[in-house]
């Protein structure tokens, strides 16, 4: 189920059901954010694997703490539940280095992305690198500049809608962004060579 | 040429204006400056590419469901774990008041009790003469330096159950002595023995019920009990967090 397909009134009676313990109502807001929360894990942690875990992990979590949600905007609770469990396996690794952050960006199996109908296998490749210097600049960004950028600039959430995920205010939206734009492109200038030759600043 | 200060101002700017979140008054300000200032509109052109090439970052399909099966899932231990810390909490504040309780009877029943150091040992033994560990003249109330009456009218708010050789060994007292009560002298005063003397060694009086109403050995059992309760509440607190953590 997509998730455009499930409407503000369906969402309010399936956390209602979820509440009561019906995993089946809680399966289809699964369903319907799966691919937002593995996506926004992917960008966050830069590894697919990871990604999978954290996502696994906060439908878990969500579900054993459904009762706390006090209703309001259930996709901004959910992705900070995603959030917050990015931020924990990043300061794990940092305490238990046992695989870099640059290995991981750097591993071709990561992320796994198919090439498109029609696409040639040069340009696939072109994307291929495209992302792999994306990713390669993200990770380079302090963790709360990192999730202000993927939720805006490759999720495409409006400012209010960070706020309500990262629990914070818009200035510190605003700030968080300017910050986080300014050194990623610092990043990709020092870094022109890995960028396919049309992207290149 | 333009005042680094507005270069600066308008840098900071950029990324509200590129998502269209400036202040209407700002933004015709902005577009002046971007025409006319090379350098910003460099630092312009190089932000919206930025963004732009963020913005090719491909959706991935996930690589499987991540739908919940029902034997994988299971609901916290018990939910009522969140009430052990208002527990702990609820536990604590009552000890303090009854350690407050215990502590305010000590001084309000005779001044021969408050005289009593908090942790001297406690003796059987009758008379006049300080335990010999205690400091004369730390330990020894003002009220019985003063005068004689006054140390007569001391002497005589021990309780009545006070037994015959202590009202001798009151009677010894003189104006101007340091006189130190013995622990034994006031079973009243038993509280101010010390939490480890009546708690632990339990060779202060006991069974004599104090202005309050509580006997020294209600308030030690009181003590001691709820000592063992916050104990017993925040070890289950860190177990079931534990055992939560593994599920």
């Known amino acids: ?201 | 040429m333009f005042r680094r200060n507005d270069c600066a101002k308008t840098r900071e700017l950029l990324s509200p204006y590129l998502d269209e979140h400036l202040d209407p008054l700002q933004k015709p300000k902005i577009e002046a400056h971007l025409e006319a200032c090379e350098a910003c509109r460099h630092e312009w052109e190089s932000l919206r590419a930025t963004v732009a090439i963020l913005r090719q970052t491909p959706t991935i399909t996930p690589p499987r469901s991540f739908t919940l099966r029902s034997p994988a899932v299971k609901r916290p231990v018990w939910q009522g774990t969140a009430i052990l810390p208002w527990s702990t909490a609820i536990a604590a504040v009552l000890l303090l008041v009854v350690l407050a309780g215990d502590g305010l009877s000590s001084f309000t029943v005779g001044g021969s009790s408050a005289s009593a150091p908090l942790l001297a040992p406690v003796t059987r033994e009758n008379g006049a003469s300080a335990p010999s560990t205690a400091t004369k003249d730390v330990a020894s109330p003002p009220v019985l330096r003063s005068s004689g009456s006054e140390v007569q009218g001391q002497a005589t708010t021990t309780p009545p159950v006070t037994p015959g050789p202590l009202k001798a060994g009151s009677a010894d007292v003189r104006p101007g002595d340091s006189v130190t009560p013995p622990a034994t002298s006031a079973d009243a005063g038993a509280p101010s023995a010390g939490l480890l003397a009546g708690a632990v060694g339990g060779v202060g009086p006991t069974g004599v019920p104090d202005q309050s109403g509580l006997t020294p050995t209600a308030f030690r059992m009181a003590e001691i009990g709820l000592a063992f309760l916050i104990t017993i509440l925040a070890l289950a607190g860190v177990g079931l967090r534990r055992i939560r953590n593994r599920l």
């Open chain 1, 1 to 201: 189920m997509e998730h455009s397909a499930l409407h503000a009134m369906d969402e309010q009676a399936f956390v209602q059901l979820s509440k009561s313990g019906d995993l089946q109502a809680f399966n289809c807001l699964v369903e319907a954010y799966q691919s937002r929360v593995y996506n926004l894990a992917l960008r966050l942690l830069g590894n697919a694997e990871g990604a999978a875990d954290v996502t696994q992990d906060t439908f878990v979590s969500a579900f054993q703490g459904i009762g706390k949600f006090r209703g309001g905007n259930f996709k901004a609770w959910l992705l900070r539940i995603a959030t917050n469990a990015c931020h924990d396996q990043l300061r794990v690794r940092k305490r238990r280095p046992s695989t870099s952050l640059d290995a991981m960006v750097d591993n071709p199996d990561n992320p796994v992305d198919f090439p498109d109908r029609g696409e040639t296998p040069e340009n696939h490749a072109l994307r291929q690198e495209l992302v792999q210097t994306i990713q390669s600049g993200l990770s380079a960004l302090p963790f709360d500049q990192r999730a202000v950028i993927v939720l805006s600039d490759v999720q495409g959430y409006t400012y209010e809608e960070i706020a309500a995920i990262t629990h914070s205010s818009l200035g510190t939206v605003k700030s968080r962004l300017s910050r986080g734009r300014a050194r990623l492109r610092d990043f990709l200038q020092e870094h022109r060579e890995l960028l396919p030759h049309q992207y290149r600043l």
